[in-house]
């Protein structure tokens, strides 16, 4: 059963009360300026995703009875705010989960907009351009693997927030190598052929990160447990190990997936802050890639 045309999230542009079908992709407990529990909700249908507050009796039991990446029936009103603002968002009355027959997956599967053919062109002549021999090999024992590279052209970037659809991760991973084509062009002593490996493998541990393929986005179980920066940095050391790499340049390649989330500080899962100019670009590449994306996506 599909939903109605005008209850998918790139028409909720009027304050009104409603009753549909999204994904749940997020839920967090919060706690108001006055001191109040809530729950906050990210929804998602193909066409986006809007943010639900939920104000329960008890709000620990509800969080515990949503489960991600379900479907389900929701009640609320749909309100701007900040009014004047052009953003909405949702206050939810109450949520339902709905079996497989009571809704159409097709309307909860977000995907990638652009031409595949030409981001996957793009990384193939950005890698037989490199003069360094051993990080074009690396790089072709990736995405020179048929199945590797099935996956990679499918799997999203994110759950919420960035390029979370499928098509997502090459979207984002061509937009950073893109920004960091640019900054090469400013800042010339960049070493081009290291920056653009850690570009191409920085995020590839999100292809086991997240489940996809037959349903709204998910996390793994093992994405739960150790994250896409120690997934991506195993797989690239392993692939290193087996391809005998100078050690020099693996770790100059590790660090730079270890710490394109920034400082340490920030929060944001970099067990090292960037040391190296090249980490540094990586860095900063990929959170405007990112910010700008989630921005454009609101």
Known sequence: MSKKEEDFIENLNVARDIISKFAIAEKIIRTSAKGRKYLDITLTDKTGQIDGRMFPDDVD?????????TICRIRGRVSEFPSGSGKYNMVINDINELSENDYNINDFVMASESN??????????????MKNTELKDLLRSFFCDKKFAEQFYKAPAAIVHHHNYLGGLIDHTVGVLRICKTSCKIFPDLDKDLLYTGVLLHDIGKMKTYTYGTGPIGISEIGKLLDHLYLSCEMVKDKMAELETQEELSNQILHMILSHHGEVSNGWGSTVNPKT?????????DNMDAKVKEALQR
């Open 116 to 129: 595949q053919e030409d981001l996957v062109e793009e990384i193939s002549k950005t890698i037989s351009g």
């Open 277 to 285: 100019p090249e980490a540094m670009a990586l860095h900063y590449a």
């Open 61 to 69: 039991v509800t969080h515990d009875s949503i489960k991600l990446g």
